[in-house]
């Protein structure tokens, strides 16, 4: 009875404070002005244009006739934004009593291990204790609830701080699968930190936070545990998330997108080490696009490689030695050596024919 009286006293004036913020956001709920003004104006104009009838004023009546549409559209607009602003700021249902503050309280101080109230930032934290994902230690995570935005209607009033922060290797701010740069990824627990913050009720609210903390819904990381420590791109050493690692076509090595390159034949993902120059073209290709010249053996890409098998060099070498060799047999009185070629192809290929 004496602990528990206490204890009582640990968290009244946390209590009253957070009743007065409750409260407070509550009474600051505007219902705010209705448009006057506009029902006013509304009101007069049928009776002016009464007068302007019976004094056969048709102009003015006209005149006020119109006047009387574009009100009721303006109160119309005023109407609405009403409504929307009515809505946004969602009324809260349920203040908390100071008993229900204090009930929460003191169930906190059971549940959590460090359950503090800072009275000159207004932020009222808890401590969780040290969480592991999937063999990932994230490490413990304060929970702070910061009253102040309470008042202001903030979508999330309350910040997820890693005490011994484990962050993913790729992204620093990513603290926990679901946190960043102190912001939970609330996911299905949306509507109900939301439905609990809105009616006061602070000890679920940590608890549903909490709760979220302990999950890992692979559908929706910041970062995917499996991904946690990045993977070293072979090339340049650097750590990258698993999305921007990419798989050499060639050696199957683990390639960053900064050092990924392509093959100009089959257009495959390679890395740098596993694509050659193609002498003739300068492009490189990967080794199951180069095709060995047959007289130099030299690598050569599809497009360089000549019928006969042969680089650009020794196919041009090959053609010198054919020219020399049929010089003195014909008499070309056209110089141009294509043609002889050429002419002798379709020789052979008209004999079986
Ligand atoms: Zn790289
Ligand atoms: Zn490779
Ligand atoms: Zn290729
Ligand atoms: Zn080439
Ligand atoms: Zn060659």
Request: contains cysteine; negative net charge.
């Amino acid at each position: 009875m004496n602990k528990n009286r206490a204890s009582r006293n640990v968290w009244l004036r946390p209590a009253r404070r957070l009743q007065q913020y409750f409260e407070a956001t509550n009474t600051n709920e505007p219902l705010t002005e209705l448009p006057v003004d506009l029902w006013k104006r509304l009101e007069q104009i049928p009776h002016l244009q009464e007068t302007a009838i019976a004094y056969d004023w048709l102009l003015a009546a006209n005149r006020l006739k119109r006047e009387f549409r574009s009100q009721l559209n303006q109160f119309h607009d005023a109407m609405t934004l009403l409504c929307d602003e009515f809505d946004r700021l969602q009324p809260r249902q349920i203040t908390p009593t100071l008993r229900d503050l204090l009930a929460d309280l003191e169930a906190l101080a059971d549940d959590f291990s460090d359950v503090k109230f800072d009275s000159s930032t207004h932020v009222l934290s808890v401590t969780t204790e040290p969480i592991t994902l999937q063999e990932v230690e994230l490490g413990p995570f304060e929970i702070q609830l910061h009253c102040r935005e309470l008042q202001t209607g903030q979508l999330s009033p309350y910040r997820v701080v890693a005490l011994e922060p484990n962050p993913s290797s790729t992204n620093d701010e990513v603290t926990h699968p679901h946190v960043q740069s102190e912001l939970l990824c609330e996911g299905d627990g949306r509507q109900a930190i939301a439905t609990a913050l809105a009616q006061g009720r602070i000890h679920d609210f940590f608890v549903i936070v909490a709760n979220l903390l302990r999950t890992y819904n692979e559908g929706s990381p910041y970062v995917g545990l499996d991904d946690w420590f990045g993977t070293l791109c072979d090339d340049c050493g650097d750590l990258r998330s698993s999305d921007a690692i990419v798989s050499c076509g060639q050696c199957v090595g683990a390639i960053c997108e900064d050092c990924i390159d392509r093959c100009a034949g089959c257009d495959e993902n390679t890395c740098r080490g596993c694509l050659e120059a193609c002498p003739g073209c300068d492009d490189y290709c990967c080794s199951g696009c180069l095709s060995r010249c047959v007289d130099c053996d030299t690598a050569c890409c599809p497009s360089c490689l000549t019928d006969s098998e042969r680089c650009p060099d020794c196919h041009e070498a090959q053609e010198e030695s054919n020219e020399y060799e049929s010089f003195p047999t014909t008499e070309p009185p056209n110089p141009q050596t294509g043609i002889t070629v050429q002419s002798d192809c379709v020789g052979q290929t008209a004999v079986p024919a």
